[in-house]
T-cell receptor
Framework: GENVEQHPSTLSVQEGDSAVIKCTYS??????FPWYKQELGKRPQLIID?????GEKKDQRIAVTLNKTAKHFSLHITETQPEDSAVYFC???????????FGTGTRLKVLA | ETGVTQTPRHLVMGMTNKKSLKCEQH?????MYWYKQSAKKPLELMFV???????ENNSVPSRFSPECPNSSHLFLHLHTLQPEDSALYLC??????????????FGEGSWLTVV
């Protein structure tokens, strides 16, 4: 069945460094890819998304890139800050349905 | 932020108990969901309601019973659960069904421990 692989499962970076989280999807028909951030004890919240008709999208310190040929997409966080510490989930949609396939999450720790 | 609220936030129940999780959304959305979040596993979709009608029952054991009395409220009734059912249960809503650009708004979850 369709799945989304997410790597790494944990990531530690020094404050100010960049962090990159990668996801690979299996359904070539997927055309919408959201990223969610879940802080400890909090709800998952959408932080950025990308549609298949663009290759990159930026919002201040975060960006997402999409490679449709390779079927992978990545989250990039620059100038990391302690408040970026959280679990990040990627997802890919199942076109024609209301379903998303989620990755298993990446726990990001930003070390001060 | 009070878009999607869930109660209780924490619940400990015995395997013979009956309890319910409650969810309320204040966003005027038409679709509501229950997800199960377990450690190191992808979010697992359990139930989906659109305009109060169930559209998905994703092979969930009958010991979980959803109820959607109106488009703003969603319940998950629990009975005779197993320890492996211990997890974070997330309620969510979206404007409509459809997965293209349709943002899902999550509640903060109900931590369930079955003893």
């Amino acid at each position: 069945g369709e799945n989304v692989e997410q790597h790494p499962s944990t990531l530690s970076v020094q404050e100010g460094d960049s962090a990159v989280i990668k996801c690979t999807y299996s359904d070539s028909a997927s055309n919408y890819f959201p990223w969610y951030k879940q802080e400890l004890g909090k709800r998952p919240q959408l932080i950025i998304d990308i549609r298949s008709n663009v290759g990159e999208k930026k919002d201040q310190r975060i960006a997402v890139t999409l490679n449709k040929t390779a079927k992978h997409f990545s989250l990039h966080i620059t100038e990391t800050q302690p408040e970026d510490s959280a679990v990040y989930f990627c997802a890919a949609n199942r076109p024609g349905t209301y379903k998303y396939i989620f990755g298993t999450g990446t726990r990001l720790k930003v070390l001060a | 932020e009070t878009g999607v609220t869930q109660t209780p936030r924490h619940l400990v129940m015995g395997m013979t108990n009956k309890k319910s999780l409650k969810c309320e959304q204040h966003l005027g959305h038409n679709a509501m969901y229950w997800y199960k979040q377990s450690a190191k596993k992808p979010l697992e979709l359990m139930f989906v309601y659109s305009l109060e009608e169930r559209v998905e029952n994703n092979s969930v054991p009958s010991r979980f019973s959803p109820e959607c009395p109106n488009s703003s409220h969603l319940f998950l009734h629990l009975h005779t659960l197993q320890p492996e059912d211990s997890a974070l249960y997330l309620c969510a809503s979206s404007q409509d069904l459809g997965s293209f650009g349709n943002t899902i708004y999550f509640g903060e979850g109900s931590w369930l421990t079955v003893v």
